[in-house]
């Protein structure tokens, strides 16, 4: 396979000051919103911050790659004494929570980000600092990359079966 020079793009996140405000996730919504920041629904974010206020807990969590069965085991992190539970650290948008589903279609998100733009959004709008942005060149071997779409209907392939999708899409064009 050939080797491509690839851009890695990072957002390192400081947990230990993020205090929840959750301007990342307004942001994130309304920056993905159509057309762009008519409307803005937290749930639509591709950022989630996982709180436990007892437990003084903001974990900023980037939304992964879909995957349509959940884990066969999980794990606990205690950092600093704190102790995160199972699925907290979990970037994955999968069948066991309902983080990182669009809420109307249930659909996975991704965290995108931000393509095309200078600085992700929720890296610009977080003022305390909690997310921080770097980007450097690694040579790699080139590998297909899914696009948005093509990981929505295999989400929803993985649900209905590709047969009911086929289906569908041939009575929708009939009707247009
Ligand atoms: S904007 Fe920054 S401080 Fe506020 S919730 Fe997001 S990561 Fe935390
Ligand atoms: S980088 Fe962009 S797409 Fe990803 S969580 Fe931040 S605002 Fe949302």
Redesign the pocket.
Known sequence: MAKIKKKIKT?KVNADKCNGCRT?EV??SA??ATPKYSSNNPAR???QIITDRLADIWLPV??GEYTASECTGRNKYVIDGKEYAECDSCRASCPSRDLFKEPDSGLPLK????DGEEE????KWCLVDALSYEVREEEREEEPKLGEMEIGLQALADRHGMQKILDTIVRLSKKG
């Open positions: 957002i990342c942001m994130c920056f993905h974010s591709r950022i980037f939304a965290c995108d980000m931000c992700p959004i929720c890296v």
